[in-house]
């Protein structure tokens, strides 16, 4: 399965933004979809999950109750909602796909090629 993440930009503090993750050759829907970021001089770190059939859903507490991840099968596209943004959220976030259920980025594959998303205060 190929990933492209797309929707980064620039948004004000206190703002919303709706990234996509469009998923492309063989997806299962046990597959679990999660969205992972990265800022500068940090490590990786997970933000939310959720199984192609809907279920298996959890969030990072950093972003929990601010950000709500949803799968659309019939477009093969995972979205992630991101409001109250805050300067913390400003990284590069990539999408990855895994038959597992876990948050662990190393278990994770198919890594798209990541969307920036920069939040201004």
């Known amino acids: 399965v190929q990933l492209q993440a797309s929707g980064g930009g620039l948004v004000q503090a206190g703002g919303s933004l709706r990234i996509s993750c469009a998923a492309s050759g063989r997806i299962f829907d046990r597959d679990v979809m999660g969205w992972f970021r990265q800022a500068p001089g940090k490590e990786r770190e997970f933000v939310a999950r959720?199984?192609?059939?809907?279920?298996?859903?959890y969030y990072a507490d950093s972003v929990k109750g601010r950000f709500t991840i949803s799968a659309d099968n019939a477009k093969n596209t995972v979205y992630l909602d991101m409001n109250s943004l805050k300067s913390e959220d400003t990284a590069l976030y990539y999408c990855?796909?895994?038959?597992?259920?876990?948050?662990?980025?190393?278990?994770?594959?198919?890594w798209g090629q990541g969307t920036q998303v920069t939040v201004s205060s």
């Open positions: 959720i199984r192609w059939i809907g279920d298996w859903i």
């Open positions: 990855a796909v895994t038959s597992f259920n876990t948050i662990r980025p190393n278990a994770y594959g198919n």
